[in-house]
C-alpha cells in the first residue's frame, strides 16, 4: 500500500474538540494539505492540530450566512482541485483513502457521496436507518457549496453546517468503503450536540410546514438520489402526529435496530427524546415567536403570601 501523499485538501471545523481530534488528524495524513477551521477554541485543539502538520485558521461567526463551511470554501486558499470534509468525530480508514486517490483521477466526476460507519456506545448501529448514510464529502472545491436553509439566525446553534448538503455542479459517483463516524466524548456531549441540533430541526420542520425550504437546497424528490429522497420523506414526516413514538418504532423494530442490542435500543430512545425535543421547540416557534415566555407578567409583594413576601424582603 502506497504511503505517498495523496492530491486532496482536507478541510476540517473544529470547536474544543481535544478528544477526538488526534485520531481524526492521524488519519487524514494521507492528505497533501490539511486544514482545521477553529471557532476560537478554549481547549488543545489547536495545539494538537499544528502537533499533526495542519494548518489552523480561525473562523468569527458574524449570524449570517456563510457558515463555518461554506465560508472556508470561499476564503481558504487550496492549493488542491480536490476537497475532503471530514468532521472531528470522522475517521479516513486506508482502504478509503485508496479508493479516494483513484476516484479523483476520473474526469467524469466532480464529486463523491462518502458511506459514514455510525458507532455508539462502543457499537456499529447498522441498523435502524442509519446505514446506509450518505454524504457528499469529497468533491472539485470550485464546483460544490453548502446549501442554505435559512437558518442562520437561529440561536443556540453554533456556527458550523448541522445536516445541510452540498450542491454540485457536475455528476456524483459513490464510493465503496466507508468512513468512520465515532465520538471518543461521553453522552453529556451527545445530548449537549441535540440539544443544539434540535433547535434547528425545529426552524427545518417549520420551513418544510411552510413552504420557506426549497430555494439554494438540493431540493426534495422522491426520485432523485439518495439524499434528494430522504428529503422528500422528510416532506411527509412533519406532517405526522405522535412522531416520537413513531421515531421509535420506526428505528428499533421496523429498521431491526434491536440487532444492535443494548447500545441500539438506548440509541432508539435518545432519538425518541430527540424527536420530542424538535416537537416542543417547533411549537414554540410558531406559536411562543421563539421564546418560551412570551409574555411578561410583574410580580408585586402585595399579591405575594405572606410568608413568601417576608422572604423577598
Known amino acids: 500500500m502506497s504511503s505517498s501523499k495523496i492530491p486532496v485538501s482536507v478541510l476540517i471545523p473544529a470547536k474544543n474538540e481535544e478528544a477526538n481530534l488526534p485520531a481524526c488528524l492521524a488519519s487524514v495524513q494521507r492528505a497533501d494539505e490539511v486544514f482545521i477551521?477553529?471557532?476560537?477554541?478554549?481547549?488543545?485543539?489547536?495545539?494538537?492540530?499544528?502537533?499533526?502538520?495542519?494548518?489552523?485558521?480561525?473562523?468569527?461567526?458574524?449570524?449570517?450566512?456563510?457558515?463555518?463551511?461554506?465560508?472556508?470554501?470561499?476564503?481558504?486558499?487550496?492549493?488542491?482541485?480536490?476537497?475532503?470534509?471530514?468532521?472531528?468525530?470522522?475517521?479516513?480508514?486506508?482502504?478509503?483513502?485508496?479508493?479516494?486517490?483513484?476516484?479523483?483521477?476520473?474526469?467524469?466526476?466532480?464529486?463523491?457521496?462518502?458511506?459514514?460507519?455510525?458507532?455508539?456506545?462502543?457499537?456499529?448501529?447498522?441498523?435502524?436507518?442509519?446505514?446506509?448514510?450518505?454524504?457528499?464529502?469529497?468533491?472539485?472545491?470550485?464546483?460544490?457549496?453548502?446549501?442554505?436553509?435559512?437558518?442562520?439566525?437561529?440561536?443556540?446553534?453554533?456556527?458550523?453546517?448541522?445536516?445541510?448538503?452540498?450542491?454540485?455542479?457536475?455528476?456524483?459517483?459513490?464510493?465503496?468503503?466507508?468512513?468512520?463516524?465515532?465520538?471518543?466524548?461521553d453522552l453529556f456531549h451527545w445530548l449537549e450536540r441535540h440539544n443544539r441540533y434540535s433547535n434547528w430541526e425545529a426552524r427545518v420542520y417549520y420551513n418544510l410546514l411552510t413552504g420557506n425550504h426549497d430555494n439554494g437546497t438540493i431540493g426534495a424528490k422522491l426520485f432523485g438520489d439518495a439524499v434528494q429522497r430522504k428529503r422528500f420523506l422528510k416532506k411527509i414526516w412533519v406532517r405526522l402526529p405522535f412522531k416520537p413514538f413513531l421515531r421509535f418504532v420506526l428505528f428499533y423494530w421496523i429498521q431491526r435496530g434491536f440487532l444492535d442490542g443494548r447500545a441500539g435500543y438506548i440509541y432508539a430512545k435518545l432519538l425518541s427524546q430527540y424527536e420530542y425535543q424538535i416537537g416542543v421547540k417547533l411549537y414554540e416557534l410558531r406559536h411562543c415567536g421563539g421564546k418560551l415566555n412570551t409574555k411578561s407578567t410583574s410580580v408585586t409583594t402585595t399579591a405575594l403570601p405572606q410568608k413568601v413576601r417576608q422572604t423577598v424582603v
Open 37 to 185: 477551521v477553529d471557532s476560537q477554541s478554549s481547549d488543545q485543539s489547536v495545539e494538537i492540530a499544528k502537533s499533526y502538520g495542519a494548518s489552523v485558521v480561525q473562523f468569527h461567526f458574524n449570524g449570517r450566512w456563510p457558515k463555518k463551511k461554506n465560508w472556508s470554501l470561499e476564503n481558504l486558499n487550496f492549493r488542491n482541485e480536490w476537497v475532503l470534509i471530514v468532521d472531528c468525530d470522522e475517521r479516513i480508514t486506508p482502504e478509503l483513502w485508496e479508493e479516494i486517490a483513484q476516484a479523483i483521477q476520473n474526469p467524469e466526476y466532480n464529486g463523491y457521496y462518502l458511506n459514514r460507519r455510525v458507532f455508539f456506545l462502543g457499537k456499529w448501529i447498522r441498523h435502524g436507518g442509519k446505514y446506509p448514510d450518505w454524504n457528499l464529502r469529497l468533491f472539485k472545491h470550485k464546483k460544490g457549496r453548502y446549501e442554505n436553509l435559512n437558518t442562520e439566525d437561529i440561536p443556540n446553534t453554533g456556527d458550523n453546517e448541522v445536516h445541510e448538503h452540498v450542491i454540485l455542479d457536475g455528476k456524483v459517483g459513490y464510493l465503496q468503503n466507508d468512513m468512520i463516524h465515532e465520538d471518543f466524548r
